[in-house]
């Protein structure tokens, strides 16, 4: 068999004899391998740009939220004490939990976040970013997460702030 290699701009296909089980000869098998390096190393640069990328976007949403999350003035809870009789207000509001969905579980996002930016998989498909600020404020807690997932929909990624009270 002859060297596969075809060149566009000089004589077309090599033609010479392969080198040992390589489907080029010697000289082409050499230029293969060195654009076959490039190409991986282009790659691999692409796929750095993409992570700082996803990691810049997720910094922003995070400060972003935090900001949401201190302006917010939550609603003050009404307390009953059962032993005292004594009524009592909790000034951070409602108690609960809030986080963000990211629908897609298979996309560039989720491989990222779950391997880079602390997302877990979310029980109902896609992943899950829990926001674990703001102790026990449900409402600053929503805050946090709305504001999140809005840069997140900013930079084309899908998510949505959910939460639930305890
Ligand atoms: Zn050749």
Known sequence: MTCAWID?????QCGKREYKTSKYCFEHKAKAHKI???RNKEQAEERQKQRDKFAAIQKEAIEAGMEAGKNC??????????????????DSGGKGMA???HRNGRDKFSYWGRKYGNWKKHHYGGIQYW???????????QAFC????KVLNNNGINAMA?????
């Open 99 to 101: 986080w963000i969905v």
């Open 36 to 38: 076959w390096v490039d």
């Open 146 to 149: 709305r504001a999140f997932a």
């Open 162 to 166: 959910q939460s639930r009270e305890d």
């Open 8 to 12: 566009d701009d000089e004589r077309g």
């Open 73 to 90: 003035i939550p609603e003050p809870m009404i307390v009953f004490d059962n032993i005292t009789g004594e009524m009592g207000k909790v």
């Open 131 to 141: 926001c674990f600020e703001f102790k026990q404020s449900l409402e600053k807690k």
